[in-house]
């Protein structure tokens, strides 16, 4: 059978004929069609942080849907979820005097972030500050922006010339960092836009004092911080925005994947008082030109607002500070697999398991071999450019974290290399 769907990130003339469809879905497993359940490892692709099947989210949505399924928020138009949304996000954001203003995903909120950094310092009357510094292993999108400040080379390649004027820095190196600041100039850069765990680009956990030292270089050089919490927010990192573990406050904070958990897609900046200013101030002065279609779609908000109520009500934005060592505990062990260079994990409800280069180089896409052999043993993980990444619903438990260290086990013993897998010790 052949498919006329064009897969996201896939290698189409591989995918097409062995698609994996996947018919439903509750708390941390889905189904495929003849029934059998997986671990949801990545809790789709790192936003179902609520887990599946919650009908009090379907509930709200459909109640919405009903009354007034959407309308635009252009100029003077708003709706009550949105207004409400935007009101609970800006008092629970580490932002000062926040404003909120949404898209329908990560990728347009940080076109919108990196746009808004540009145009304030354009109001500003510092027209030279377009330049945009992001990080090595980064991952912001697939938009024009985000696909220009990407950390991740073969994101970035084979566009052509791309959007914006950009520098990637070190990923753990703070003095790497200052050197791009001074090698661009400080006084031409716009903002610096920083995962605090980079999770699409690999899961690389922050090294000590680097998040701190950056937005301190940002403050001295009037630099914008915006931290992309498109997947460290929503509890993946134990709090709202995984930022507040730095104890930092930035000057704009994306956010999308858990803030509906996926149930309907939405995103957004919320965005300090300050770089709001501009557009806030005074009327008749200026309109900021900006803004997709379904910005503060009613639907979409109310599912988010249903979303924010389970988090609070369950306690689960703490609880994915609470699962990083139990996650850690259970993937740890795996260090000693032969074929594994490294797992990182223990900051965060997050992880990955790299594969040593000689598996790479001597297993054809063995990232993918890898999450299809841990598919087989009824656990759905990511692939990554060298190994898994894991990053499952807040509500998992220890019998799933169990099963999906087993079931990444399985898979790695599975890799078709030609030298046997040596028994582990004491086995
Ligand atoms: C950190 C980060 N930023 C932005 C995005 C883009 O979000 P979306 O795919 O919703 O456009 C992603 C997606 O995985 C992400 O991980």
């Known amino acids: 059978m052949s498919t006329r769907l064009w897969h996201p990130f896939s290698d189409m003339a591989a995918v097409d004929g062995n698609e994996f469809v996947v018919d439903r879905a509750e708390g941390a497993y889905v189904y495929d069609e003849a029934g059998r359940a997986y671990l949801d490892g990545c809790a789709s692709l790192w936003y179902c942080n609520v887990g599946h099947g919650r009908q009090e989210i379907v509930d709200a949505a459909m109640r919405q849907m009903s009354k007034l399924e959407a309308y635009s928020c252009f100029a003077d138009i708003a709706n009550r979820p949105a ?7 800006a008092d629970l954001a580490p932002v000062d005097d926040a404003k909120v203003f949404f898209g329908s995903g990560g990728a347009d909120a940080i076109d919108t972030a990196v746009k808004l950094a540009r145009a304030y310092w354009q109001a500003r009357g510092e027209h030279q500050r377009v ?3 992001s990080r090595e292993t980064g991952y912001h999108g697939t938009h024009g922006f985000g696909t220009s400040i990407t950390g991740i080379p073969p994101n970035r390649d084979g566009w052509g010339v791309l959007p914006g004027e950009n520098t990637v820095a070190p990923l753990h190196d703070l003095d790497g960092v200052e050197k791009v600041f001074a090698e661009v100039g400080p006084e031409r850069i716009a903002a610096f836009v920083i995962e605090p765990v980079t999770g699409a680009g690999g899961v690389h956990l922050p090294t ?6 950056v937005a301190e270089l940002c ?3 009037g630099v914008l911080l915006v931290i992309d919490a498109v997947i460290c927010g929503f509890g993946r990192l ?5 930022i507040e573990r730095f104890g930092v406050r930035p000057d704009m904070i994306t956010f999308a994947k858990g803030v509906t958990s996926g149930y309907l897609p939405l995103g957004g900046v919320i965005v300090s008082g300050e770089v709001a200013a501009p557009w806030w101030t005074t009327p008749g002065e200026r309109t900021l030109r900006h803004g997709p279609t379904y910005s503060g779609h009613p639907t979409c908000c109310a599912a988010g607002l249903a979303t924010l109520d389970v988090y609070e009500r369950e306690n689960l934005i703490a609880r994915g500070g609470e699962l990083e060592m139990p996650l850690f505990e259970a993937l740890a062990p795996l260090t000693s697999h ?6 990182r994990a223990g900051f965060g ?15 054809r896409d063995a990232p993918n071999v890898l999450l299809r052999a841990a598919r087989k ?10 190994g898994v990444a894991v990053s499952p619903p807040l509500i998992a438990n220890d019998e799933d974290l169990a099963l999906l260290a087993e079931a990444i086990r399985g898979g790695l013993d599975a890799l078709p290399l030609e030298a046997p897998v040596p028994a582990a010790p004491g086995a």
Not at 83 to 89: C, F, G, H, P
Not at 238 to 242: A, K, N, P
Not at 377 to 385: A, I, P, S
């Open 131 to 133: 330049h945009v510094v």
């Open 219 to 221: 403050r001295r050089h």
């Open 208 to 213: 000590d004092g680097y998040v701190e030292g």
């Open 238 to 242: 134990g709090t709202w925005f995984g």
């Open 349 to 363: 409800f997050l992880a990955a398991v790299e594969l040593e280069q000689d598996v790479l180089d001597g297993v």
């Open 377 to 386: 043993n009824g656990v759905l993980v990511r692939g990554l450019g060298k």
């Open 83 to 89: 207004l409400e949304l935007a009101d609970r996000l």
């Open 338 to 343: 032969p074929y594994v260079h490294e797992v």
